[in-house]
Nanobody, 115 residues
Framework: QVQLVESGGGLVQAGGSLRVSCAASGSIRVIYVMGWYRQAPGNQRELVATITSGGTTNYADSVKGRFTISRDNAKNTVYLQMNSLKPEDTAVYYC?????????WGQGTQVTVSS
């Protein structure tokens, strides 16, 4: 089994910052891509950012320049630093891991940005 444990969500005022983390553990041999997705009420889940094992990153246009994704391969952990947060960033943020044995999702962590 594979477990993804997310942490770091919460409530912040517009313009503030938050960092969310996701640690993967269990029967993982090789992790290829780690990423973050988000889903706001009434909306579909959307890509926020991804990072490969080699460090190549990809961002949604809406977060470019504000969010930074990083990972610690030794700890199988991915981070998302979110700066200059906007009310429209409010959503449940989900960690996603694409590994040799499959693709896995975290349970989600709520990020709420007040105006």
């Amino acid at each position: 089994q594979v477990q993804l444990v997310e942490s770091g969500g919460g409530l912040v005022q517009a313009g503030g910052s938050l960092r969310v983390s996701c640690a993967a553990s269990g029967s993982i041999r090789v992790i290829y891509v780690m990423g973050w997705y988000r889903q706001a009420p009434g909306n579909q889940r959307e890509l926020v950012a991804t990072i490969t094992s080699g460090g190549t990153t990809n961002y949604a246009d809406s977060v470019k320049g504000r969010f930074t994704i990083s990972r610690d391969n030794a700890k199988n952990t991915v981070y998302l630093q979110m700066n200059s947060l906007k009310p429209e960033d409010t959503a449940v943020y989900y960690c996603n891991v694409a590994a040799s044995r499959g693709t896995y999702w975290g349970q989600g962590t709520q990020v709420t940005v007040s105006s």
